[in-house]
C-alpha cells in the first residue's frame, strides 16, 4: 500500500520529505504514447484535384459540389454546388463522392462502379 498512514508510530524522516515530480516528462511521454497508437490506422488525406465531384452537407440536405480552385488558406478550397451557389469549404466539409455511396449503399457502389468501370467486352 502507498498510503502513509497518520499514526504515532515511528516513521522513516526520509518518508517525510517532498517530493518534486517532473509531470513535463510524464505529460509528454503519454502524448508521444497517444501519438504512436493514432498513427497506427491513421492514413494520409489525398488533396483533391480540381473540377473534381464531391458531396457535401449544405441546406439541410447532402448535395454535389465540384471543386473549382483553391484559395490563398491550406486545405480551402472554393466549391460549385448543384443550385450553383460557390463556397468556401475546408477539406473536413466534404467526401470523395464514390465513398460516401459505398457507405450509403454497397449495392448502389456495384451500380455505380459497373458504370465506372464498364465490363470487358471481346
Same mark, same amino acid.
Given at each position: /500500500? $502507498?498510503?502513509?498512514? !497518520?499514526?504515532?508510530?515511528? &516513521?522513516?524522516?526520509?518518508? @517525510?520529505?517532498? &517530493?518534486?515530480?517532473?509531470? !513535463?516528462?510524464?505529460?509528454?511521454?503519454?502524448?508521444? *504514447? *497517444?501519438?504512436? &497508437?493514432?498513427?497506427?490506422?491513421? $492514413?494520409?488525406?489525398?488533396?483533391?484535384?480540381?473540377?473534381?465531384? &464531391?458531396? /457535401?452537407?449544405?441546406?439541410?440536405?447532402? *448535395?454535389r459540389a #465540384?471543386?473549382?480552385?483553391? %484559395?490563398?488558406?491550406?486545405?480551402?478550397? #472554393?466549391?460549385? %454546388? *448543384?443550385?450553383?451557389?460557390?463556397?468556401?469549404?475546408?477539406? !473536413?466539409?466534404? @467526401? =470523395?463522392?464514390? #465513398?460516401?455511396?459505398?457507405?450509403? =449503399?454497397?449495392? +448502389?457502389?456495384?451500380?455505380?462502379? /459497373? +458504370?465506372?468501370?464498364?465490363? +470487358?467486352?471481346?
Open positions: /500500500m $502507498k498510503r502513509t498512514l !497518520r499514526t504515532k508510530l515511528p &516513521v522513516s524522516p526520509s518518508l @517525510l520529505q517532498p &517530493v518534486v515530480i517532473d509531470a !513535463r516528462e510524464q505529460v509528454v511521454a503519454r502524448h508521444r *504514447q *497517444q501519438k504512436e &497508437v493514432y498513427d497506427r490506422t491513421a $492514413k494520409p488525406v489525398r488533396p483533391p484535384q480540381l473540377g473534381e465531384v &464531391v458531396r /457535401m452537407h449544405h441546406g439541410g440536405e447532402s *448535395q #465540384i471543386i473549382r480552385h483553391n %484559395t490563398n488558406t491550406p486545405r480551402s478550397y #472554393i466549391v460549385e %454546388t *448543384q443550385d450553383d451557389s460557390k463556397l468556401r469549404r475546408n477539406r !473536413r466539409h466534404y @467526401l =470523395n463522392d464514390i #465513398i460516401v455511396l459505398e457507405r450509403f =449503399n454497397s449495392t +448502389f457502389f456495384l451500380l455505380l462502379s /459497373m +458504370f465506372y468501370y464498364p465490363p +470487358f467486352a471481346p
